[in-house]
């Protein structure tokens, strides 16, 4: 069957985006399949994996709605066996709709557990979610089998780090029990700086095993790529950007074996 | 009457905070009273403040729930003029309390609109908004005469430029005509990089005279201040970040003459 990954964390730019599209190819890079859901109003990993905004009509939120099926929402990108399906701007809207309907956390896992059964499934469906702990967010973690936490080397967003703990084992003992963190990943790390090495120790220390043994550096080919609407490993193979999501790739899926 | 001035887009990780909070500082250091208005679930300009999460209660959840009069929501800082509301744990509920009320984009503009007549009024009103489009941000455009919108110097943080600009232009229509764009602010300029340098002639191009000519560059001192909870003035009164939010007090307080 497949595995449904959120990548969730309610703090602001702390490369969700950057690490659902990186991770998605590279797994795509060692053979598996992989679906990218796009469940940000912001669209971004559908702008990073080439999607034009005219073009993303019947996404997620059609999806969400239960106005479009699930294969009809799939679309091609550059990288073989990924799909998207990509954030269409009614998605903006969805919250407060989604506030007045019934089984309102349940809405995406009623919709991809028969796609996570079906023979044609992908071995993993990636779910990218919006800067807040909103029914979007809700629905990813209510969907998802584990949750990847990128977690930027600051001090505001190591503060942030024990709301969406927090929120994880509240689902868990309620809406999914199923619901693993999957693992802590360190981006943007800066290491001439002090603060990144501080945040770094600390969330080693507190976390312990749950953070990835790899970390993102900051590298601005990560920042580039997007431009290019194409993952970092097609824009700038040999960049550290690359290099660092492949290897987060390959301790990705190790962890995968202990689930 | 006192001028109240919204910090919103939201694409996250832009410097909402940081500007809402260095600039707010900034104008207490020239003689102006200011109160800060936390309205970000995360709570992270309430921590940039050195207010402790286990003093947050009747902040602002409880302000635009009606529970608690403005006056007693108001906390002291360590920057003489400067008060704070602080976000406690309660506003991650709004929301969801927010959708089902009546005037829900109104709540918190119904409440300012008496304080900013009043003879105990603040020079400014700031308010720090999620990373989000939602009815906290939205309750907070309403209530507001101007909008700042920090914009970090990234690809994706321009992508997303023309969705708040929108909401802006849309909330000016219909919930509150007397909205004005104050201006665009380049956060995290690095000018080694060739992005930095396009993002920002790619805004002054689109925006002209929007785009404030000071830019905020990326500082490390600005992500350390948080960390001890004071003003980047008061953690380290020359570097880069203290004198760009001085120059960015003047600018904003020249701009302020042309409304
Ligand atoms: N390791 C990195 N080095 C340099 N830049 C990075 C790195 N990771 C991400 N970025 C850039 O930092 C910004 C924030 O990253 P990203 O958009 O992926 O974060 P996010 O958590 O998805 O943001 P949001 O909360 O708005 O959804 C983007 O402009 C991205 O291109
Ligand atoms: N000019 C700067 N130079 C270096 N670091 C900065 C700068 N401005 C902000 N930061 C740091 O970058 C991170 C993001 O900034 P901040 O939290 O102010 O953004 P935000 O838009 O309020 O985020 P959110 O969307 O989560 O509310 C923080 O860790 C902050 O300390
Ligand atoms: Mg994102
Ligand atoms: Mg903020």
Redesign the interface.
């Known amino acids: 069957a497949c595995r449904i990954i959120a990548v969730a964390n309610?703090?602001?730019?702390?490369g969700k985006?950057t690490t659902a599209i990186n991770l998605s190819s590279a797994l795509c890079q060692r053979g598996h399949t992989v679906t990218l859901i796009d469940l940000d109003?912001?669209g971004?990993a559908s702008?990073?994996l080439g999607i034009d905004r005219a073009v993303r009509h019947q996404g997620s939120y059609a999806l969400i709605s239960g106005a479009t099926p699930y294969r009809s929402s799939l679309r091609p990108t550059a990288i073989p066996g990924l799909s998207l399906i990509p954030a269409e701007a009614g998605l903006?809207g969805a919250?407060?709709e989604l506030?007045?309907s019934d089984r309102r956390e349940f809405r995406l896992r009623d919709i991809l557990a028969p796609v996570s059964y079906g023979n044609a499934a992908p071995n993993f469906i990636v779910i990218d979610c919006?800067?807040?702990?909103?029914l979007l967010s809700l629905n990813a973690l209510v969907s998802a089998h584990a949750v990847i936490i990128p977690l930027?080397a600051?001090?505001?967003a190591l503060?942030?780090l024990t709301?969406v703990t927090a929120t994880i084992d509240r689902i868990r003992k309620s809406l999914n029990p199923t619901l693993a963190l999957h693992g802590i990943l360190l981006t943007m790390v800066d290491r001439r700086?002090n603060?990144s090495e501080l945040v770094e120790a600390d969330v080693r220390g507190f976390f312990g095993g749950k953070v990835y043994q790899t970390i993102i550096p900051r590298n601005?080919r990560l920042?580039?790529a997007?431009?290019h609407g194409t993952p970092i490993s097609l824009y700038d193979a040999k960049s550290a950007g690359t290099l660092a999501y492949a290897q987060f790739a390959e301790e990705f899926l190790a962890r995968e074996m202990t689930f």
């Open positions: 309610q703090k602001g730019g702390v985006t109003p912001q971004n702008t990073g903006a919250e407060v506030v007045m919006p800067p807040s702990l909103n930027q600051e001090f505001l503060e942030g709301q700086n603060l601005v920042s580039e997007p431009s």
